[in-house]
């Protein structure tokens, strides 16, 4: 075969039936793509020129026999064709990076973590979408826009917020920074199971450092670290921590062992485990607790946003302890010590000080 980008773009149509023929044929004959052919499969699908019906069944045949790493990285390549990402005027950023599904268990706090981080010093962003399945949960844009807060900022802007002293940090959607992505959002309601673009989305660092864009992202599944170690080499983060968070989250356990694993630069992955424990704080959930189990999400999404607010305020309670312990957890990898301890009362005192909060109502 020749080049697939010159293939794919000469014959689609043609193109997409030859990757179908080796993905889609069963558990035990369907072949794996090299990463060249994922990334030339899916740049049609986002260019619009694949038909849906074999879109639809690239993405469950790449699913149900399961993704590789070169799979994995072509897909995320193709994105970052798709994406134009912007530069902030600070040396570092962290960009923290929760699954775009959202949450439907608890409170999530995500929003308010990169505020908390730019007030001890580390200039931070976070983006996402309005709803996306399989889980249809709370995201961020949903309870910033509860806060009050432009959700539809162009990536430009947003980054320029990032690198405002007095602000620090801002929110972007996939709708601005990658729209060929976005287009996709009702399609991969309607092909139901997770498709390859839930693992890579989070991936694609929207707004980057002078010098540095440091990843913090979540799993639930053991097979997870070592492919986004793997994917965050690739999109060229110079440093990641994968936590082993609530839903997936970035946000460990209020009550439980947490575990995270750190690379910093091209080296491997290492494992890291710390408790809650350790800190000023015992809690019996998990994470921030519902007010009410039966709640819409637009009900979870205005309750997260009222009690987040209380918690950047100084309300003591699980959220404030979830955003410190973030926090610190963040500070710690960066600066590679590993302690949470030395960190958290620094976390502590960007809230109890006032300045968090007034970085937040700056980045609405």
């Not at 320029?160 to 959002?185: I, K, M, N, T």
Request: net charge negative; glycine share 8%.
């Amino acid at each position: 075969m020749s080049d697939p980008a010159t293939a794919a773009q000469t014959e689609p149509q043609a193109f997409m039936r030859s990757v179908l023929q080796r993905i889609a044929t069963g558990p035990e004959y369907s072949k794996d793509l090299p990463q060249e052919e994922a990334r030339a499969a899916l740049n049609l699908i986002l260019n619009g020129q694949a038909d849906p019906v074999q879109a639809g069944i690239f993405f469950i045949a790449l699913r149900m026999k399961r993704e590789t790493l070169e799979e994995n990285t072509g897909a995320l390549e193709a994105l970052h064709d798709h994406t134009v990402p912007e530069v902030a005027d600070v040396a570092q950023v962290v960009d923290v990076a929760e699954p775009y599904d959202g949450f439907v268990r608890g409170l999530p706090m995500g929003a308010f973590l990169p505020a908390v981080l730019s007030a001890c010093g580390a200039p931070s962003i976070c983006h996402g979408a309005e709803t996306v399945g399989p889980k249809f949960g709370v995201t961020p844009r949903q309870i910033l826009r509860a806060c009050g807060a432009d959700v539809d900022r162009p990536t430009r802007e947003a980054a320029a917020r990032v690198g405002e002293a007095e602000c620090g940090w801002s929110y972007v959607d996939q709708s601005q920074f990658c729209p060929a992505l976005h287009q996709l959002l009702e399609f991969r309601t309607r092909i139901v199971k997770r498709p390859v673009l839930t693992t890579v989305e989070v991936l694609l660092a929207p707004v980057r450092g002078r010098e540095a864009t440091h990843l913090v992202t979540g799993y639930v599944h053991k097979p997870y670290p070592p492919v986004y170690a793997h994917l965050a080499r690739a999109a060229g983060f110079d440093s990641a921590l994968i936590v082993r968070g609530v839903e997936g989250g970035i946000f460990p356990s209020l009550k439980q062992a947490g575990k995270a694993f750190g690379l910093h630069g091209k080296d491997e992955e290492t494992e890291w485990d710390f408790h809650a424990d350790d800190l000023d704080f015992v809690h019996d959930s998990r994470a921030v607790p519902l007010p009410d189990s039966d709640m819409s999400v637009e009900q979870i999404a205005q309750a997260a946003a009222e009690i987040g607010l209380a918690a950047l305020g100084g309300q003591a309670g699980p959220a404030k302890d979830s955003l410190q312990y973030a926090a610190g957890m963040i500070l710690a990898h960066l600066d590679g010590s590993r302690d949470i301890q030395r960190h958290y009362p620094a976390a502590c005192e960007a809230i109890d000080s006032g300045r968090a909060r007034a970085r937040f109502e700056a980045g609405l």
